[in-house]
């Protein structure tokens, strides 16, 4: 298979990011995130780019980079919440291993804290991460291969059961390949 090992995919505080690199590290691959990945296209800050630029300026630009690394990443590959928001996304998210990381409402809140650098959490904290997992949850249950529940683990615990789950996988798409 060409392509990132595994996709994570979630709501803000789901832990994309810190278990993606740990996954990556376990299993001696490159890591990459959307998001950090536009903010250096952008050369700032995605809140910057929400309040300078506009939430449809950051989407495009998280679309054509998540894209882009889709074909070309051969690591773990972590995404911004909402990229999957985009159909164009989700197509090409249906060829890879999508791993759903998932979290329930009080420790997204207690993961985001006050929701500094989340320009979508702005307001109601609660309400808003409340909103979001309402609306995407089917989206992120829709493209996943695997589910991870997150709730009172700790992040290496975590990464090791997504280490697990994605080396059966493609064992199995191997296989089945062959
Ligand atoms: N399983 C966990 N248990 C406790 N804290 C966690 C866990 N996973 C992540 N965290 C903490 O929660 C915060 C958010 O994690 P992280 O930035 O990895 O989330 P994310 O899914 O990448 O969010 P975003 O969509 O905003 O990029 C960080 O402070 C991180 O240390
Ligand atoms: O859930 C979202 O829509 C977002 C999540 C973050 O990862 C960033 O991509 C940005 O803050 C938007
Ligand atoms: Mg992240």
């Known amino acids: 298979m060409t392509g990132p090992r595994a ?6 505080g789901a832990g994309k990011t810190t278990v993606g690199r740990l996954v990556a590290d376990r299993l001696g691959v490159g890591f990459a995130d959307s ?3 536009v903010e250096a296209e952008a050369g700032k800050a995605v809140q910057d780019i929400f309040v300078e630029d506009g ?5 495009a630009l998280e679309r ?13 590959l972590s995404l911004g919440g909402g990229a999957v928001l985009d159909p164009a996304t989700r197509a090409l998210l249906a060829d890879h291993a999508v791993v759903f990381l998932r979290v329930g409402l009080a420790d997204a809140v207690k993961r985001v804290g006050l929701g500094t650098g989340r320009p979508l959490l702005l307001g109601n904290v ?6 979001l997992l309402d609306e ?18 700790e992040p290496e615990e975590i990464a090791a059961e997504i280490v697990a789950a994605v080396t059966a996988t493609t064992a199995a798409t191997t296989e089945e390949e062959s």
């Open 136 to 153: 995407r949850t089917p989206v992120y249950e829709g493209l996943a291969r695997v589910v991870v529940e997150t709730d009172g683990r």
């Open 126 to 131: 609660r309400a808003r991460v409340k909103q």
């Open 35 to 37: 998001d950090e990945l």
């Open 7 to 12: 996709v994570l995919v979630g709501t803000m």
């Open 55 to 59: 939430e449809a300026a950051f989407r």
């Open 64 to 76: 054509d980079t998540v894209a882009r690394t889709l074909a070309q990443h051969d690591g773990v």
